[in-house]
T-cell receptor
Framework: GQQLNQSPQSMFIQEGEDVSMNCTSS?????WLWYKQDPGEGPVLLIA?????ELTSNGRLTAQFGITRKDSFLNISASIPSDVGIYFC?????????FGTGTSLTVIP | NAGVTQTPKFRVLKTGQSMTLLCAQD?????MYWYRQDPGMGLRLIHY???????AKGEVPDGYNVSRLKKQNFLLGLESAAPSQTSVYFC????????????FGPGTRLTVL
C-alpha cells in the first residue's frame, strides 16, 4: 500500500530551538494533514492543507503543501516542553487514508 | 460533548477468542474509521464507513469485520484473535470527506496471547 515517509524519525532539541520535519510520498496527494499525538492519546489535528504551494500557520506551527503535491513540511518555532509528542502527516488518496510513520519530538528544558 | 469514545480501554485475549470494540461519536459525523497503530508503522486504516449501513475496506482489513448499524456507532470485530492483532486500536470520525479533519478516540490497547 501507500507509504508516507517522514523524516527525521526522531529529534532531540533544546527548548527554544526551531524544528523542521517533512513528509514525502510516491503518489500525489490533494490534501495534507498534520497531526500530533501525545502519549496514551489519539492524534489531534494541527494543520490542514488543501492546495499545492499553500503555506498555513497555527500559532508557532507552520506547514507547507509542496508544489509537486508529493511532499509537505512542518516547522515549529521556539519549541517548548509541551511540544513533546509524535507528529504525523496524513492524507487521502483514492478511497484510502494514509498516515506517515511519525516523527518523535523530545524537547529538553 | 464527549467527542469520540471507545470501549474498552484495555483488553487481553487468548488466541482464537473473539471480541468487539465499540466506538461512539456524538458529533453527528457521517464518516467513521478504525485504525491500528503499531510501533514504527504509524496508523493504518482497517475499515471505514461513509454513512449508516455502509462499510468499506481500508489498507489492512484481513481478520477484522465492522458494522455501522447506527450513525453514531462503529463496531470493530475480531472473530478469531491472533497474536499479530496485538496493537492499539483507534477510532475516528469526520464530516463527509476523506480529507476532512478526523477526530480520534483515546484508543484501545489489545494484547493477544
Amino acid at each position: 500500500g501507500q507509504q508516507l515517509n517522514q523524516s527525521p524519525q526522531s529529534m532531540f532539541i533544546q527548548e527554544g530551538e526551531d524544528v523542521s520535519m517533512n513528509c514525502t510520498s510516491s503518489s500525489i496527494f490533494n490534501t495534507w494533514l498534520w497531526y500530533k499525538q501525545d502519549p496514551g492519546e489519539g492524534p489531534v489535528l494541527l494543520i490542514a492543507l488543501y492546495k499545492a504551494g499553500e503555506l498555513t500557520s497555527n500559532g508557532r506551527l507552520t506547514a507547507q503543501f509542496g508544489i509537486t503535491r508529493k511532499d509537505s513540511f512542518l516547522n515549529i518555532s521556539a519549541s517548548i516542553p509541551s511540544d513533546v509528542g509524535i507528529y504525523f502527516c496524513a492524507g487521502p488518496t483514492g478511497n484510502q487514508f494514509y498516515f506517515g510513520t511519525g516523527t518523535s519530538l523530545t524537547v529538553i528544558p | 460533548n464527549a467527542g469520540v469514545t471507545q470501549t474498552p480501554k484495555f483488553r487481553v485475549l487468548k488466541t482464537g477468542q473473539s471480541m468487539t470494540l465499540l466506538c461512539a461519536q456524538d458529533m453527528n459525523h457521517e464518516y467513521m474509521y478504525w485504525y491500528r497503530q503499531d510501533p514504527g508503522m504509524g496508523l493504518r486504516l482497517i475499515h471505514y464507513s461513509v454513512g449508516e449501513g455502509t462499510t468499506a475496506k481500508g489498507e489492512v482489513p484481513d481478520g477484522y469485520n465492522v458494522s455501522r448499524l447506527k450513525k453514531q456507532n462503529f463496531l470493530l470485530g475480531l472473530e478469531s484473535a491472533a497474536p499479530s492483532q496485538t496493537s492499539v486500536y483507534f477510532c475516528a470520525s469526520s464530516y463527509p470527506r476523506l480529507g476532512n479533519e478526523q477526530f480520534f478516540g483515546p484508543g484501545t490497547r489489545l494484547t493477544v496471547l
